[in-house]
């Protein structure tokens, strides 16, 4: 959903949502979900893992919401920064664009850097450089050569 937001429009038949929650919440808020009726699944990340827990949540008609706990370099600001988008008489909470960018500079696959490429393009000159970078560092050596490679290749400075 960041993604069409942020001008990336593509099919898929799930959703990622990072939660503001303590992994040691995590098993009490899988429980929760279970006994609500959901069929979830409660995934811990290693050491090197950058999530440090994924609840998988699924139906009977393959859609799947994986809930993203503890991603190792988000900043909890990135809250504060995402948007407002409405969605279905409501409104989704969707991350900003430079916290989406840094995000899929992170997670490095071929559709991540797809992705972010996409909405550099989209943006224009409307992307916040400094915050870019400075969220891009948070994530590593890795994700900042990703990212400065992007922005090479997306002419975008």
Known sequence: ???????????????????????????????????????AQLRRGDFM???????TIDDEFRNRVDLLIGLRGLESAAFGRALAVPFNGTSLRIIGREDFIAMKAFAGGPQD???????????GSGIDMPLLRRLTERYGPDALAALDKLLSDTNVS
């Open 113 to 123: 850097l797809a992705d972010a490429s996409a909405a550099l393009i989209a943006a």
């Open 1 to 39: 959903m960041a993604a069409a937001v942020h001008g990336v429009i593509r099919a898929t038949a799930d959703a990622d949502a990072v939660l503001l929650l303590p992994v040691q919440g995590a098993a009490a808020f899988h429980k929760k979900l279970a006994d609500a009726g959901f069929r």
């Open 49 to 55: 893992d950058p999530i440090q827990a994924t609840l």
